[in-house]
């Protein structure tokens, strides 16, 4: 009469152990679809960059339009007040947005980090125009990487066979 219940508490454990073994597949899954750049200013604070790295040839970045690879906008996270072109970023969390086109593509910082909103250029906080220039070997998939010189923090997008460029400096 009293083994019925001891039975179904001996499943507890497995229950848990599945729900523990799924959430850990779910995390891994995750953060394997996300990569982050980042760069250490000579005081240590950082300015970092996450995004999807899609692959070049499955996910085709559309000129005048602002690339969201994966369809989840890059997010940039700044511990440090930074300029970029002639406009001042405070500290923290911004939507980044570059925006490819023939000749040079442009880099827009939007305040709005709300995720699954739809791009809204009202809430542009700062746009430049990035240096791009053409490489002779396509990427792969999508690269951002930063060159730290001095008070800078450039930017680097490499996608397809462009490579885009802009600086951010710490104030």
Not at 25 to 44: F, P, R
Not at 111 to 119: L, R
Not at 126 to 142: G, Y
């Amino acid at each position: 009469m009293f083994q019925a219940p001891l039975r179904s508490l001996a499943i507890i454990p497995l229950v848990f152990t599945f729900a523990a073994s799924f959430a850990t597949v779910a995390v891994a899954q995750q953060a394997a679809a996300s990569s982050t750049t980042t760069c250490t200013l000579e005081d240590g604070r950082q300015v970092y960059v996450r995004y999807t790295p899609v692959a070049s040839s499955k996910e085709k970045a559309a000129n005048g339009k602002p690339f969201i690879p994966g369809g989840t906008p890059m997010t940039l996270f700044t511990e440090a007040e930074l300029t970029l072109g002639s406009s001042v970023i405070p500290v923290g969390a911004y939507s980044l947005y570059p925006i490819p086109d023939k000749s040079h593509w442009a880099l827009v910082v939007n305040k709005n980090v709300t995720p699954g909103a739809a791009y809204d250029e009202k809430q542009d906080l700062a746009r430049t125009q990035m240096e791009t220039e053409q490489v002779p070997e396509a990427a792969a998939a999508l690269e951002l990487v930063f060159a730290h010189v001095g008070s800078k923090c450039s930017l680097r997008i490499y996608y397809g066979k462009s490579a885009s460029f802009a600086d951010f400096t710490a104030k």
